[in-house]
């Protein structure tokens, strides 16, 4: 059964009992550019955490597996693809990190904002009484970033920011891309363990048999974990894009109002147009086009 959406928005009927003279933009507005980034103490104690298992993994797969290996090419190429992959994922992270996810500006619920929407009779604009701001469609307001985000999916502390409607791309890629390394870390761990059972133990390794023993069990743990994690937050991504309705909507059950497109187009909205292999760089950025006055009335 549908729970009505107005039971979780400020809806107001008419924008004279918005109160706009209590709604004033910051006092501070940033610079045009300026960087995003949230200051969220368990957030950025979650991205550095995730960073040192990245280069935990990096360790062990070069100074114990690869480079004491007498197989050059197997090292080469097996070495070259981890930290390729690496690479992408750390980049993914810190795009997802470090990219606005759609804030509303705050405090636009302003007298001569509300003008400017050119409101009819009957049209219905929702208001945050949190952040003062006239939220468009879809929109949700993170406790954590403390602003209105659109299409908010949830917020992630790994990456220490929202996922929303303009990064939800790279948030997608950097769960692919751990998923990637994990799986990668863990055939190689395999392989080593049965080549060291094969060989004689000091001569696999720089280190002596307990430190690699220790040092291979636990990139072990942190590849299982993090494949199964990774494998599921990647899939239900996946999941909501093509279905295009956020976490939130689904966990709310918000009543759909927008309109249905086919899987396809849903993936293009949020890769981009047309597909390329930009679908997979987290260095190549999504046309999302530019926001329209008319999301904030319905």
Known sequence: MLIPTHHFRDIERKPVYLQPEKCVPPPYPGPAGTMWFIRDGCG???????????????????????????DYVYSVINGILFNLLAFLALASHCRAMLTDPGAVPK?????????????????VVYKCPKCCSIKPDRAHHCS?????????????????NCVGENNQKY?????????????????????????CFEEDWTKCSYFSPPTTVILLILLCFEGLLFLIFTSVMFGTQVHSICTDETGIEQLKKEERRWAKKTKWMNMKAVF???????????????DQGKADPSQYVV
């Open 107 to 123: 405090g636009n619920a302003t007298k001569e904002f509300i003008e400017s929407l050119q409101l009819k009779p009957g049209q």
């Open 272 to 286: 981009g147009h047309p597909f390329s292999l930009g679908w997979a760089s987290p260095f190549a950025t999504p």
């Open 44 to 70: 950025i104690a979650c991205a550095i955490v995730t960073w040192f298992l990245v280069l935990y993994a990096e360790f062990v797969v070069l100074f114990v597996m690869l480079i004491p290996s007498r």
């Open 144 to 160: 954590v970033c403390k602003r209105c985000i659109r299409k908010m999916d949830h917020h992630c502390p790994w990456v220490n």
């Open 171 to 195: 948030f997608v890629l950097f769960t692919m891309y751990i998923a990637l390394i994990s799986l990668h870390a863990l055939v190689m761990v395999g392989l080593h363990f049965l080549r």
